[in-house]
């Protein structure tokens, strides 16, 4: 996955409906789409980490300070959405566990 960098060098996410998103892009024609959206201009350069996507969900996610989840291809036609829940995200992160669910 490619994963826009901001300027402080943490990773670009937005916050909505209380959790965090990761932007998280398949390919660098998925992430210029975003870029032109964002932007509104052609040709601006995005300095992006590549990071594995199991990393992101298995790591990053679990390491967030607040729910995280990611968001793959956002700008795209079929944007995919990967929250904190289980079965997606470790046990320990995911929002809709519970302690005597086994959630750390």
């Known amino acids: 996955m490619l994963v826009p960098v901001t300027a402080d060098g943490g990773w670009w996410a937005a916050e909505s409906g209380g959790i965090r998103w990761i932007h998280a892009f398949t390919d660098g024609a998925a992430l210029s789409r975003f870029a032109r959206q964002r932007d509104g201009r052609a040709g601006v350069e995005w300095s992006f980490a ?33 929250p904190p829940m289980a079965g997606i995200v470790p046990d320990a992160a995911a929002l809709d566990l519970t302690e005597e669910d086994g959630r750390g």
Request: hydrophobic letters at 60%; charged letters at 10%; proline letters at 15%.
């Open 50 to 82: 590549t990071v594995y996507g199991a990393r992101l969900l298995d790591v990053a996610v679990p390491a967030a300070p607040v729910p995280t989840g990611v968001v793959l291809d956002v700008a795209g036609p079929a944007p995919a959405f990967l």
